[in-house]
Each structure stands twice: as C-alpha cells, then as structure tokens.
C-alpha cells in the first residue's frame, strides 16, 4: 500500500512570494495615493468619452447636414447640433485648461488630490 499522506503534504505555493498584483489600489498604499488614482482615473475616462461622444455628434450631424439635401429645417437642425457638440468638446477641454491654470496661481495641484490629502493634518 502507498503512503499517501507524504504525497499531498508536500507545499505547493497557491501565489508568489510578494502576493498577488494587478490593475487596481493595492493596499500599500497610503489613501492619498488611492484617491488620487480613482480621482484620474475618472477624470481620464470621462475625457476620452466626451471625445467619443463628440466624434460620434460630429459624424451623425455630417451625415444629418449631407442628408438633409437642402431642406432648411433639416440642415438648421444638424448645424444645431454640430455646434452643440463642437460647444461641448470646448467646455471639457476649457474645464480641464481652467483648472490647471487656478492650480498653477493658487499653488495647489487639484488634479493631484493624493498629494493634497497627504499634507493635510488633523
């Protein structure tokens, strides 16, 4: 008969020796630096979508302008809309220039809120 207790006592490592790592917060971090990861983050992703979306507006309102062949109330309605997402695209990229200006003058980088949080004392 085999000695089967010796066979599975043997340790098999489940993770590597500094855990497992990914995407994401890793709990070395100070909540600083977690804040200010999920911070830019969403900002990052909330301008790539207001791009997309302004791509996405811009080809529908191309292809409304083109289509409406000389009807005027078509054509007004796809100049309207072009320009709203044109106006759109202005204001997430004034936003984001607005901001960096007042951090620049005020001395304090609001798109860098791990920094801030850190310094603050209690």
């Known amino acids: 008969m085999l000695n089967t207790q010796k066979a599975f006592a043997k340790e098999i490592p489940l ?5 497992l790592t990914g995407p994401g917060i890793t709990p070395t971090e100070d909540i600083g630096g977690q ?4 911070v830019s983050t969403v900002i990052g992703v909330l ?3 207001a791009i997309v979306w ?13 289509s409406s062949a000389g009807d005027q ?4 309605e796809a100049k309207k809309r072009l320009t709203q997402s044109v106006v759109g695209l202005v204001i997430v990229i004034g ?16 798109l860098n809120v791990g920094e801030f949080i850190n310094d603050l004392s209690f």
């Open 15 to 19: 993770a590597p020796d500094g855990g």
């Open 35 to 38: 804040i200010a990861g999920i």
């Open 47 to 49: 301008t790539v979508l």
């Open 54 to 66: 302004f791509i996405i507006e811009f080809v529908v309102s191309a292809y409304l302008l083109i």
């Open 73 to 76: 109330e078509k054509t007004a």
């Open 95 to 110: 936003a984001i220039f607005i901001i960096n200006i007042i951090a620049y003058i005020a001395g304090i980088d609001f």
